[in-house]
Protein backbone atom coordinates (compact mmCIF):
# COMPACT_ATOMS: atom_id res chain seq x y z
CA UNK A 1 0.00 0.00 0.00
CA UNK A 2 1.01 3.28 -0.13
CA UNK A 3 3.44 5.08 2.07
CA UNK A 4 3.71 8.93 2.51
CA UNK A 5 7.05 10.43 4.19
CA UNK A 6 7.41 14.09 5.09
CA UNK A 7 10.56 15.86 6.41
CA UNK A 8 11.65 17.72 8.40
CA UNK A 9 9.52 16.80 11.34
CA UNK A 10 10.14 20.47 13.10
CA UNK A 11 10.85 23.30 11.02
CA UNK A 12 11.29 27.37 12.63
CA UNK A 13 11.91 29.65 10.73
CA UNK A 14 11.94 34.05 10.90
CA UNK A 15 8.98 35.90 10.36
CA UNK A 16 9.24 36.72 6.34
CA UNK A 17 11.95 33.75 5.36
CA UNK A 18 10.63 30.78 3.20
CA UNK A 19 9.68 27.76 4.24
CA UNK A 20 9.83 24.32 2.84
CA UNK A 21 8.69 21.10 3.84
CA UNK A 22 8.71 17.92 1.18
CA UNK A 23 7.23 14.36 1.09
CA UNK A 24 7.62 11.54 -0.74
CA UNK A 25 5.51 8.60 -1.60
CA UNK A 26 5.46 5.26 -2.42
CA UNK A 27 2.54 4.53 -4.97
CA UNK A 28 2.68 5.69 -8.52
CA UNK A 29 -1.45 4.76 -8.80
CA UNK A 30 -1.36 7.77 -6.63
CA UNK A 31 -2.22 11.13 -7.69
CA UNK A 32 -4.09 13.41 -5.39
CA UNK A 33 -1.96 14.98 -3.00
CA UNK A 34 -3.59 17.62 -0.95
CA UNK A 35 -1.78 19.46 2.17
CA UNK A 36 -3.42 20.62 5.02
CA UNK A 37 -2.91 22.85 8.24
CA UNK A 38 -3.97 21.97 11.58
CA UNK A 39 -3.59 24.15 14.61
CA UNK A 40 -3.87 23.21 18.10
CA UNK A 41 -7.44 21.79 19.07
CA UNK A 42 -8.21 21.94 15.89
CA UNK A 43 -8.87 19.35 13.02
CA UNK A 44 -6.86 19.11 9.60
CA UNK A 45 -7.52 22.08 7.35
CA UNK A 46 -7.07 22.04 3.48
CA UNK A 47 -4.98 24.52 2.37
CA UNK A 48 -3.73 23.61 -1.09
CA UNK A 49 -3.70 20.48 -3.17
CA UNK A 50 -2.17 19.37 -6.63
CA UNK A 51 -3.41 16.60 -8.97
CA UNK A 52 -0.66 14.63 -10.60
CA UNK A 53 -1.69 15.99 -14.11
CA UNK A 54 -0.08 19.49 -13.18
CA UNK A 55 3.48 19.99 -11.67
CA UNK A 56 3.07 23.50 -10.03
CA UNK A 57 0.19 25.47 -8.12
CA UNK A 58 0.22 28.48 -6.37
CA UNK A 59 -1.77 30.42 -4.11
CA UNK A 60 -1.20 33.75 -2.61
CA UNK A 61 2.27 33.13 -0.86
CA UNK A 62 1.69 29.20 -0.52
CA UNK A 63 2.70 26.91 -3.96
CA UNK A 64 3.08 23.00 -3.94
CA UNK A 65 5.20 21.11 -6.47
CA UNK A 66 5.13 17.92 -7.78
CA UNK A 67 7.88 15.25 -9.53
CA UNK A 68 5.94 12.29 -10.23
CA UNK A 69 9.04 10.83 -11.25
CA UNK A 70 10.52 11.00 -8.55
CA UNK A 71 7.55 10.88 -6.45
CA UNK A 72 7.81 13.79 -4.15
CA UNK A 73 6.01 16.48 -3.81
CA UNK A 74 6.86 20.01 -2.07
CA UNK A 75 4.95 22.90 -0.09
CA UNK A 76 5.99 26.34 0.04
CA UNK A 77 5.23 28.92 2.08
CA UNK A 78 6.77 32.45 1.50
CA UNK A 79 7.05 35.39 3.19
CA UNK A 80 5.92 33.23 6.70
CA UNK A 81 3.71 35.07 9.26
CA UNK A 82 3.24 34.33 12.89
CA UNK A 83 0.03 33.09 12.43
CA UNK A 84 1.43 30.17 9.90
CA UNK A 85 2.58 28.18 12.72
CA UNK A 86 1.28 25.13 12.81
CA UNK A 87 1.34 21.65 12.00
CA UNK A 88 1.44 20.47 8.35
CA UNK A 89 0.66 17.41 6.78
CA UNK A 90 0.87 15.55 2.93
CA UNK A 91 -1.44 13.14 2.19
CA UNK A 92 -1.62 11.18 -1.15
CA UNK A 93 -4.34 9.52 -2.58
CA UNK A 94 -5.33 7.77 -5.37
CA UNK A 95 -9.36 9.03 -5.55
CA UNK A 96 -10.60 9.16 -8.83
CA UNK A 97 -13.71 11.28 -9.92
CA UNK A 98 -16.37 8.14 -9.59
CA UNK A 99 -13.61 5.58 -9.11
CA UNK A 100 -11.86 4.78 -5.52
CA UNK A 101 -13.36 6.19 -2.18
CA UNK A 102 -9.96 7.62 -1.85
CA UNK A 103 -8.77 7.41 1.97
CA UNK A 104 -5.86 9.45 2.46
CA UNK A 105 -2.34 8.26 3.63
CA UNK A 106 -0.91 11.52 5.72
CA UNK A 107 2.92 11.84 6.51
CA UNK A 108 3.82 12.71 9.62
CA UNK A 109 3.52 16.47 9.77
CA UNK A 110 5.86 19.09 10.19
CA UNK A 111 5.29 21.21 13.06
CA UNK A 112 5.93 25.10 11.98
CA UNK A 113 7.08 27.89 14.26
CA UNK A 114 7.63 31.44 12.83
CA UNK A 115 9.48 33.71 15.22
CA UNK A 116 8.53 37.28 14.86
CA UNK B 1 -19.23 27.90 5.62
CA UNK B 2 -20.28 24.28 5.75
CA UNK B 3 -18.27 22.40 8.35
CA UNK B 4 -18.10 19.00 9.81
CA UNK B 5 -18.94 18.85 13.89
CA UNK B 6 -17.90 15.96 15.89
CA UNK B 7 -19.18 15.24 19.66
CA UNK B 8 -17.72 15.10 22.23
CA UNK B 9 -14.71 16.66 22.03
CA UNK B 10 -13.51 14.69 24.58
CA UNK B 11 -14.12 11.25 25.94
CA UNK B 12 -12.68 9.33 28.89
CA UNK B 13 -13.56 5.71 29.21
CA UNK B 14 -12.52 2.81 31.24
CA UNK B 15 -10.77 0.10 29.43
CA UNK B 16 -13.23 -2.70 28.07
CA UNK B 17 -16.09 0.21 28.18
CA UNK B 18 -18.06 0.65 24.48
CA UNK B 19 -17.55 4.39 23.62
CA UNK B 20 -19.73 6.21 20.17
CA UNK B 21 -17.97 8.72 18.43
CA UNK B 22 -20.59 10.97 16.92
CA UNK B 23 -20.15 13.20 13.49
CA UNK B 24 -22.59 15.28 11.63
CA UNK B 25 -20.48 15.69 7.79
CA UNK B 26 -21.65 18.25 5.37
CA UNK B 27 -25.20 18.24 4.70
CA UNK B 28 -24.63 17.29 0.24
CA UNK B 29 -21.73 15.62 1.47
CA UNK B 30 -22.14 11.76 0.77
CA UNK B 31 -18.76 10.10 1.35
CA UNK B 32 -17.67 9.90 4.84
CA UNK B 33 -14.30 8.22 6.79
CA UNK B 34 -12.64 8.18 10.17
CA UNK B 35 -9.51 8.59 10.39
CA UNK B 36 -7.27 8.57 14.10
CA UNK B 37 -4.00 9.91 15.20
CA UNK B 38 -1.97 8.54 18.94
CA UNK B 39 -0.39 11.15 20.25
CA UNK B 40 2.88 12.39 18.21
CA UNK B 41 2.08 10.17 15.39
CA UNK B 42 0.47 10.16 11.85
CA UNK B 43 -2.93 10.72 10.44
CA UNK B 44 -4.37 7.02 9.88
CA UNK B 45 -7.17 5.69 7.85
CA UNK B 46 -9.52 3.32 9.47
CA UNK B 47 -12.21 3.36 7.50
CA UNK B 48 -14.58 4.93 4.61
CA UNK B 49 -18.45 4.70 4.23
CA UNK B 50 -20.47 5.15 1.44
CA UNK B 51 -23.90 4.35 0.10
CA UNK B 52 -25.15 2.98 3.99
CA UNK B 53 -21.95 0.45 3.74
CA UNK B 54 -18.23 0.05 4.33
CA UNK B 55 -16.13 0.78 0.96
CA UNK B 56 -12.77 0.27 2.58
CA UNK B 57 -11.38 0.06 6.04
CA UNK B 58 -7.45 -0.43 7.37
CA UNK B 59 -6.01 -3.13 9.05
CA UNK B 60 -6.96 -0.93 12.57
CA UNK B 61 -10.01 -1.26 12.01
CA UNK B 62 -10.91 -4.67 13.67
CA UNK B 63 -13.91 -6.28 14.85
CA UNK B 64 -13.88 -4.04 17.79
CA UNK B 65 -14.65 -1.07 15.65
CA UNK B 66 -18.05 -0.17 13.67
CA UNK B 67 -19.74 2.56 11.23
CA UNK B 68 -23.25 3.73 11.49
CA UNK B 69 -25.12 6.39 9.74
CA UNK B 70 -28.29 6.01 12.11
CA UNK B 71 -30.13 8.72 10.33
CA UNK B 72 -29.82 11.35 7.60
CA UNK B 73 -27.22 13.62 9.70
CA UNK B 74 -24.91 11.65 11.81
CA UNK B 75 -22.05 8.92 11.19
CA UNK B 76 -21.06 7.19 14.25
CA UNK B 77 -17.81 5.30 14.92
CA UNK B 78 -18.24 2.43 17.89
CA UNK B 79 -15.50 1.15 19.68
CA UNK B 80 -17.13 -2.04 21.37
CA UNK B 81 -14.52 -3.01 24.34
CA UNK B 82 -11.70 0.31 24.28
CA UNK B 83 -8.28 -1.02 24.84
CA UNK B 84 -5.00 1.77 26.11
CA UNK B 85 -4.03 1.25 22.69
CA UNK B 86 -7.56 2.94 21.48
CA UNK B 87 -6.65 6.08 23.04
CA UNK B 88 -5.89 8.74 19.81
CA UNK B 89 -7.73 11.33 18.39
CA UNK B 90 -10.48 10.75 16.24
CA UNK B 91 -11.36 12.71 13.15
CA UNK B 92 -14.47 12.44 10.97
CA UNK B 93 -14.36 13.65 7.14
CA UNK B 94 -16.93 13.81 4.54
CA UNK B 95 -16.52 14.90 0.82
CA UNK B 96 -19.42 15.60 -2.18
CA UNK B 97 -20.15 12.83 -4.49
CA UNK B 98 -19.51 14.94 -7.87
CA UNK B 99 -15.53 16.18 -7.16
CA UNK B 100 -13.12 15.93 -9.85
CA UNK B 101 -10.80 15.96 -6.64
CA UNK B 102 -10.88 14.25 -3.16
CA UNK B 103 -11.26 17.20 -1.02
CA UNK B 104 -12.03 15.99 2.17
CA UNK B 105 -13.16 18.17 4.83
CA UNK B 106 -12.17 17.31 8.82
CA UNK B 107 -14.04 17.83 11.96
CA UNK B 108 -12.07 19.32 15.16
CA UNK B 109 -11.80 15.42 16.38
CA UNK B 110 -12.58 13.80 19.85
CA UNK B 111 -10.16 13.02 22.21
CA UNK B 112 -10.16 9.48 23.59
CA UNK B 113 -8.95 8.68 26.59
CA UNK B 114 -9.19 4.97 28.00
CA UNK B 115 -7.79 4.40 31.67
Known sequence: GENVEQHPSTLSVQEGDSAVIKCTYSDSASNYFPWYKQELGKGPQLIIDIRSNVGEKKDQRIAVTLNKTAKHFSLHITETQPEDSAVYFCAASNGNYGGSQGNLIFGKGTKLSVKP | ?115
Open chain 2, 1 to 115: EPEVTQTPSHQVTQMGQEVILRCVPISNHLYFYWYRQILGQKVEFLVSFYNNEISEKSEIFDDQFSVERPDGSNFTLKIRSTKLEDSAMYFCASRALAEAKNIQYFGAGTRLSVL
